[in-house]
């Protein structure tokens, strides 16, 4: 059976390249992808939704959680649930945004695996134009899904000029020289590279070391306790089955606060259901089906629950309420 593990900052792209993943011809194996919620509502798992209902498609979704650590039991019984389904040949994990990959790596970093998972590429993803931002506002926290992956795919390419795009393969190969990157729009890449292609290069290098040392490949030195004190991220959850409008949608998120690093979620706006999805400065609405619930995540440091739901209602909701 083999893994492959999906990383990379919230709105970066994961959960494109899971779709992706999911329209590539498995050539005839069975695949199943657990998708990992910051929050209580899944929204990732949502977006997937008609992808997964294949014959060859099965789908987990844990939410409430981060996998690589209070979740970490309940991605374990997964894996196993779903090796025991004696069909299912490729496990897709796309990690929240906020995962620490050395913590994932010591998870399946065991040597009783070895004979039972075939780790596919650690990729990670990265919102190109963003990169240098999220880096300074990050720092090692950011640093280490690049520095632990063994593809990189720079995303949003047609957001980025091209100084730009060199300034940050430079940044990245500067953090991990051994890296593979990979230049995507919409990431729109050779999926069957990470399906099929070779087993991981830093999971191996975590195999050959001592059970104390996993987790630092490359040889890096993380000083590191796990508890996100590198990435302090709060979510709440907005229930927005009043629907509301589109201009007062863009109007607020012209002038949202900077610490609203992502929102995604469902909303009907003038009638019409749409998936909102706004990172650090951009949004994007797109139509959606109908569907029975309406919710609206939103994620970063020491947010004012109470204020964005009451400017959020104001701006977007007011007079559909």
Same mark, same amino acid.
């Given at each position: 059976?083999?893994?492959?593990?999906?990383?990379?900052?919230?709105?970066?792209?994961?959960?494109?390249?899971?779709?992706?993943?999911?329209?590539?011809?498995?050539?005839?194996?069975?695949?199943?992808? $657990?998708?990992?919620?910051?929050? #209580? %509502?899944?929204?990732?798992?949502? *977006?997937?939704?008609?992808? &997964?209902?294949?014959?060859?498609?099965?789908?987990?979704?844990?939410?409430?959680?981060?996998?690589?650590?209070?979740?970490?039991?309940?991605?374990?019984? /997964?894996?196993?649930?779903?090796?025991?389904?004696?069909?299912?040949?490729?496990?897709? *994990?796309?990690?929240?945004?906020?995962?620490?990959?050395?913590?994932? *790596?010591?998870?399946?970093?065991?040597?009783?695996?070895?004979?039972?998972?075939? !780790?596919?590429?650690?990729?990670?993803? %990265?919102?190109?134009?963003?990169?240098?931002?999220?880096?300074?506002?990050?720092?090692?926290?950011?640093?280490?899904?690049?520095?632990?992956? #063994?593809?990189?795919?720079?995303?949003?390419?047609?957001?980025?000029?091209?100084?730009?795009? &060199?300034?940050?393969?430079?940044?990245?190969?500067?953090?991990?020289?051994?890296?593979?990157?990979?230049?995507?729009?919409?990431?729109?890449?050779?999926?069957?590279?990470?399906?099929?292609?070779?087993?991981?290069?830093?999971?191996?290098?975590?195999?050959?070391?001592?059970?104390?040392?996993?987790?630092?490949?490359?040889?890096?030195?993380?000083?590191?306790?796990?508890?996100?004190?590198? /990435?302090? /991220?709060?979510?709440? $959850?907005?229930?927005?089955?009043?629907?509301?409008?589109?201009?007062?949608?863009?109007?607020?998120?012209?002038?949202?606060?900077?610490?609203?690093?992502?929102?995604?979620?469902?909303?009907?706006?003038?009638?019409?259901? %749409?998936?909102?999805?706004?990172?650090?400065?951009?949004?994007?609405?797109?139509?959606?089906?109908?569907?029975?619930?309406?919710? *609206?995540?939103?994620?970063?440091?020491?947010?004012?629950?109470?204020?964005?739901?009451?400017?959020?209602?104001?701006? %977007? !909701?007011?007079?559909?309420?």
């Amino acid at each position: 059976m083999r893994i492959n593990l999906l990383f990379g900052f919230l709105g970066s792209g994961k959960t494109t390249l899971a779709r992706n993943l999911l329209q590539t011809d498995s050539q005839g194996r069975k695949m199943a992808v $657990i998708v990992n919620e910051f929050g #209580d %509502v899944g929204i990732d798992g949502a *977006i997937l939704e008609g992808r &997964e209902q294949g014959e060859n498609i099965d789908m987990v979704e844990l939410t409430s959680g981060c996998l690589c650590c209070t979740l970490k039991g309940s991605l374990l019984t /997964a894996v196993e649930e779903l090796r025991h389904k004696s069909d299912v040949d490729q496990i897709v *994990i796309e990690a929240t945004g906020v995962a620490e990959p050395e913590e994932m *790596i010591e998870t399946f970093s065991d040597p009783s695996f070895k004979e039972i998972y075939d !780790m596919g590429p650690m990729v990670t993803v %990265v919102d190109t134009p963003k990169f240098m931002r999220i880096r300074e506002m990050l720092g090692p926290f950011y640093e280490a899904q690049v520095k632990n992956a #063994d593809t990189v795919i720079l995303n949003k390419t047609d957001l980025a000029a091209a100084d730009s795009l &060199e300034e940050v393969r430079h940044e990245v190969l500067g953090l991990n020289p051994d890296v593979e990157i990979v230049f995507a729009e919409h990431c729109d890449i050779d999926t069957e590279m990470l399906l099929f292609g070779p087993e991981s290069r830093v999971m191996a290098e975590a195999l050959g070391k001592p059970a104390k040392d996993h987790g630092h490949g490359h040889g890096h030195d993380h000083d590191h306790d796990h508890d996100h004190r590198h /990435a302090p /991220a709060d979510s709440f $959850i907005l229930d927005a089955s009043g629907g509301g409008s589109r201009s007062g949608v863009e109007s607020y998120f012209s002038s949202a606060p900077e610490n609203i690093w992502r929102c995604k979620g469902f909303i009907i706006l003038d009638d019409q259901p %749409v998936l909102i999805q706004f990172t650090m400065g951009q949004l994007d609405i797109t139509d959606a089906k109908p569907r029975e619930n309406y919710h *609206i995540v939103f994620i970063g440091p020491d947010i004012d629950k109470d204020d964005i739901t009451a400017s959020f209602r104001k701006t %977007v !909701m007011e007079g559909f309420l």
